[in-house]
T-cell receptor, first 112, second 114 residues
Framework: QQQVKQSPQSLIVQKGGISIINCAYE??????FPWYQQFPGKGPALLIA?????SEKKEGRFTISFNKSAKQFSLHIMDSQPGDSATYFC???????????FGKGTLLTVNP | KAGVTQTPRYLIKTRGQQVTLSCSPI?????VSWYQQTPGQGLQFLFE???????NKGNFPGRFSGRQFSNSRSEMNVSTLELGDSALYLC?????????????FGPGTRLTVL
């Protein structure tokens, strides 16, 4: 059972455009939602994270939007740059279990 | 401060063999988690160790095991390797256990089972 569903699988955006990646979760016990960025040959690196007591969190060009009632959250990358080309994973954890449950990932390509 | 290191980076084994992977967390970090990454299943949680005790375990068969030493370094072992065990095995460390603590991932060990 996939507890975190991520879409799209792949995304191509022009430089300067907005990249949007969406995730939906099922487990209402989840209360920590991080996004990870992974470059080829590297491990995932934490990009930004949100807890459900806020509906939006912004760090530089990266914004998480969170909709608790819909059990959905999304990552927006403003002014996308070729250096943002990577695989992005949403994740969730909470309840009595500290493990991170990851989405399947989105391969983002930003064309120059 | 040095990041999470994993050894070896690449490994080729044949079916039926066993393998041991090593992870050295960031200095001062006491929690180590292991994940399996495959194209089909994505990132899946294997287990977490904190202060030499397994705190959480994912849905993997008993062939997958791990341990943590007093210096927080961790090893995972896979016995009786199957073709489907081919994957990138990632180790992540955090200062303490708990899901609000940022996990720092290592570069992974690429295991190929022939």
């Amino acid at each position: 059972q996939q507890q975190v569903k991520q879409s799209p699988q792949s995304l191509i955006v022009q430089k300067g455009g907005i990249s949007i990646i969406n995730c939906a979760y099922e487990n209402t016990a989840f209360d920590y939602f991080p996004w990870y960025q992974q470059f080829p040959g590297k491990g995932p690196a934490l990009l930004i994270a949100i807890r459900p007591d806020v509906s939006e969190k912004k760090e530089g060009r990266f914004t998480i939007s969170f909709n608790k009632s819909a059990k959905q959250f999304s990552l927006h990358i403003m002014d996308s740059q070729p250096g943002d080309s990577a695989t992005y994973f949403c994740a969730a954890s909470g309840g009595s279990n500290y493990k991170l449950t990851f989405g399947k990932g989105t391969l983002l390509t930003v064309n120059p | 401060k040095a990041g999470v290191t994993q050894t070896p980076r690449y490994l080729i084994k044949t079916r039926g063999q066993q393998v041991t992977l090593s992870c050295s967390p960031i200095s001062g970090h006491r929690s180590v988690s292991w994940y399996q990454q495959t194209p089909g299943q994505g990132l899946q949680f294997l287990f977490e160790y904190f202060s030499e005790t397994q705190r959480n375990k994912g849905n993997f068969p008993g062939r997958f095991s791990g341990r943590q030493f007093s210096n927080s370094r961790s090893e995972m072992n896979v016995s009786t390797l199957e073709l489907g065990d081919s994957a990138l095995y990632l180790c992540a460390s955090s200062f303490t256990s708990g899901y609000y603590n940022e996990q720092f991932f290592g570069p992974g060990t690429r295991l190929t089972v022939l």
